[in-house]
Nanobody, 121 residues
């Protein structure tokens, strides 16, 4: 059983920065891709960014390109989302997810509970 715990959310003003973290536990084999998704009220869940199991490959969604790089500390089973130049439309619950395989395009099957990010204008 995988546990994914997000942290780092909060309230910031437009133009500010946050760093989200996601700690994964419960598996001895950590060769799985992990990613970030977000969901705002009344909207569908949206892909934000993902990183392969080794950290060598990343995939960034359209809304995050140029602003939200993703990184991974394989030794600490943690991934990060480095959010900068935040906009009010980035307000959402951000979820960490782990894929079924090691590449960023694999299906995401395990999910955290999410962390709230609120950006005010």
């Amino acid at each position: 059983q995988v546990q994914l715990v997000e942290s780092g959310g909060g309230s910031v003003q437009a133009g500010g920065s946050l760093r989200l973290s996601c700690l994964a536990s419960g598996r001895t084999d950590r060769r799985y891709a992990m990613g970030w998704f977000r969901q705002s009220p009344g909207k569908e869940r949206e892909f934000v960014a993902a990183i392969g199991w080794s950290g060598a490959s990343t995939r960034i969604g359209d809304a995050a390109k140029g602003r939200f790089p993703v990184s991974r500390d394989t030794g600490k089973n943690t991934i990060f989302l480095h959010m900068s130049n935040l906009k009010p439309e980035d307000t959402a619950i951000y979820y960490c997810a782990e894929a079924f395989g090691g590449t960023t395009t694999d299906v995401y099957v395990d999910w955290g509970r999410g962390t709230q990010v609120t950006v005010s204008s």
